[in-house]
């Protein structure tokens, strides 16, 4: 079956302006996470969703990272006033349940200029 | 705070060797996985485990659940060029009584030469 989809694969934007980062998860997993990974570091964690309880908000570096999941499928990651230090690849990754495995898109490639 | 530590951090070795790399938590955890993942792409799950002193093969993997549950490793047997890659532990503990979510270790970076 089709796996966890991303998009855009690649972004180039300026600072100061927002991006939008979108993420399809595998259909009937009802837990979606999101991470950011830095050159050739470990993943750090953004924000999880499990089907429509309130999210999991305790990563999000800043008040500029927001992220909606609607009718408990599709996600976006919405990054505002972006920033040199925002440039980083984001994951997402889906999963039946919260706390198993865990199937990773293959990425968004954000780069702040 | 949970800690997962992976070591090394980096390891490069010629085709054909053997190598170990290692998960250690300060935490008990419910289960363990492994995951690797190539330049480029997302993180692909490699094997799953739940059980104190469980080892698991896959192909030339070995994968060893510590008996405290607090510790893993990979071995790799006749390391190959394909095997390159960052490896990542992620272990999940129960939080509330039900599962937390995964804690990721930073990973060890493998690089193979032919």
């Known amino acids: 079956g089709a796996g966890v989809s991303q998009s855009p694969s690649n972004k180039v934007t300026e600072k100061g302006k927002d991006v939008e980062l979108r993420c399809d998860p595998i259909?009937?997993?009802?837990?979606l996470y999101w991470y950011r990974q830095s050159l050739g570091q470990g993943l750090e964690f953004l924000i999880y969703?499990?089907?429509?309880?309130?999210?999991?908000k305790s990563g999000l570096p800043s008040d500029r990272f927001s992220a909606e999941r609607t009718g408990g499928s599709v996600s976006t990651l919405t990054i505002q006033r972006t920033q040199q230090e925002d440039s980083a690849v984001y994951l997402c990754?889906?999963?039946?349940?919260?706390?198993?495995?865990?199937?990773f898109g293959p990425g968004t490639r954000l780069t702040v200029t | 705070t949970q800690l997962l530590e992976q070591s090394p951090q980096f390891l490069s070795i010629q085709e054909g060797e053997n190598l170990t790399v290692y998960c250690n938590s300060s935490?008990?955890?419910?289960?363990l996985q492994w995951y690797r993942q190539e330049p480029g792409e997302g993180p692909v799950l490699l094997v799953t485990?739940?059980?104190?002193?469980e080892v698991k093969k896959l192909k030339r993997l070995t994968f060893q659940f510590g008996d405290a549950r607090k510790d893993s490793s990979l071995h790799i047997t006749a390391a190959q060029p394909g095997d390159t890659g960052l490896y990542l532990c992620?272990?999940?503990?129960?939080?509330?009584?039900?599962?937390?979510?995964?804690?990721f270790g930073k990973g060890t970076k493998l690089s193979v030469k032919p």
């Open positions: 990754a889906s999963s039946p349940r919260r706390g198993y495995e865990q199937y």
């Open positions: 259909s009937g997993h009802t837990a």
């Open positions: 969703f499990q089907g429509n309880s309130a999210p999991d």
């Open positions: 935490s008990v955890f419910s289960s």
């Open positions: 485990v739940v059980t104190g002193g």
């Open positions: 992620a272990q999940s503990t129960f939080y509330g009584g039900s599962q937390g979510n995964l804690i």
